[in-house]
């Protein structure tokens, strides 16, 4: 006897059910796409530190804009930032990722911090032009003022605008990098938890 071969109702309430689940799946496959290439991603934010780390040169040796204590501040955590990525993407593994992306945030956060209090001060500026000398200057006498002055030397004040780039000061822009920085370090952190999840299971 002759089996009788499913009819078209029934391949049709198979197929759109595995399209829908591959269309469900698309967004969600993207982003794991990014997060999967944490070497990628890890170099790409060190090399964006040192293009910016170069326009602040060029702009105080350039333009002759004199960075300000806090400036400096956001100098080292820039360069922290750099080194913590190019650690992780030059080492690779999930060890390394996890720990360049955890520090890499540690310095991110400390950035952005020092940015959105440099940006309070130049929205709101004190009387008495003031940059938190008696932590902010002891940062800027780090040994590493001494080794690299062209870098890390600076004597502006906090609260000037000296320069703007579509409404934002660079202390604006400053905190804006930071936090995208931040962000992509917790998406890299969340993405190596979730695929040691399955394993542990």
């Known amino acids: 006897m002759p089996v009788p071969s499913p009819g078209p109702s029934s391949r049709s309430s198979s197929g759109p059910s595995s399209g829908e689940t591959v269309a469900q799946g698309q967004p969600s496959g993207r982003l794991s796409g990014w997060l999967g ?33 806090m400036c400096i501040v956001q100098r080292y955590a820039m360069v922290a930032v750099a080194l913590a990525a190019a650690i992780g993407a030059l080492l690779g593994g999930r060890g390394p990722v996890v ?35 008696d932590f902010y200057g002891m940062i800027e006498s780090f040994p590493l003022q001494r080794a690299i002055p062209m870098i890390f030397r600076g004597s502006g004040d906090c609260s000037a605008v000296d320069w703007t780039f579509l409404g934002g000061t660079i202390a604006n822009w400053s905190f804006l990098w930071f936090v995208g920085f931040g962000v992509v370090f917790i998406g890299l952190l969340l993405g190596s938890l979730a695929r040691r999840a399955p394993a542990g299971r």
């Not at 910016?52 to 204590?69: D, S």
């Open 37 to 69: 290439r944490p070497r990628r991603l890890l170099a790409a934010i060190a090399l964006a530190c040192v293009g910016l780390l170069a326009f602040g040169l060029y702009l105080q040796h350039g333009v002759g804009l004199e960075p300000c204590p």
């Open 99 to 133: 720990v360049g992306s955890s520090l890499g945030l540690i310095f991110a956060g400390f950035g952005a911090f020092t940015a959105a209090r440099q940006s309070w001060l130049q929205w709101y500026p004190p009387e008495v032009a003031s940059c938190g000398r």
